[in-house]
């Protein structure tokens, strides 16, 4: 079993950062590939990014491409989101999930636990 629990939402206006956390426990965090998630109302989620189980091999969604930056820290169990330059269209609730094994997956099925969210807000 992993427990996650997100932390850093909030509400922001357009040019801003905010810095997502992902806390884990339970299973050896190092031990599988993570990403992050978000659902804009009315929307399906979609993959944000994702990370390698060592952090050596990352994907990002297009459109957050060259603003986001996905990290992790092993000896701290936590997953990172740095979100720069941010724009109205990137509200939504923001997940992060841990995939079943060590290589990154933009595959949702292939995340078997997920956190509860945190809103993100962008005001324009």
């Known amino acids: 079993q992993v427990q996650l629990v997100e932390s850093g939402g909030g509400l922001v206006q357009a040019g801003g950062s905010l810095r997502l956390s992902c806390a884990a426990s339970g299973r050896t965090f190092s031990s599988y590939a993570m990403g992050w998630f978000r659902q804009a109302p009315g929307k399906e989620r979609d993959v944000v990014a994702t990370?390698?189980?060592?952090?050596?091999?990352?994907y990002y969604a297009d459109s957050v491409k060259g603003r986001f930056t996905i990290s992790r820290d092993n000896a701290k169990n936590t997953l990172y989101l740095q979100m720069n330059s941010l724009k109205p269209e990137d509200t939504a609730v923001y997940y992060c999930?841990?995939?079943?094994?060590?290589?990154?997956?933009?595959?949702?099925?292939?995340?078997?636990?997920w956190g509860q969210g945190t809103q993100v807000t962008v005001s324009s």
């Open positions: 999930a841990a995939a079943r094994g060590r290589v990154r997956t933009v595959q949702t099925g292939e995340y078997g636990y």
């Open positions: 990370i390698n189980w060592n952090g050596d091999s990352t």
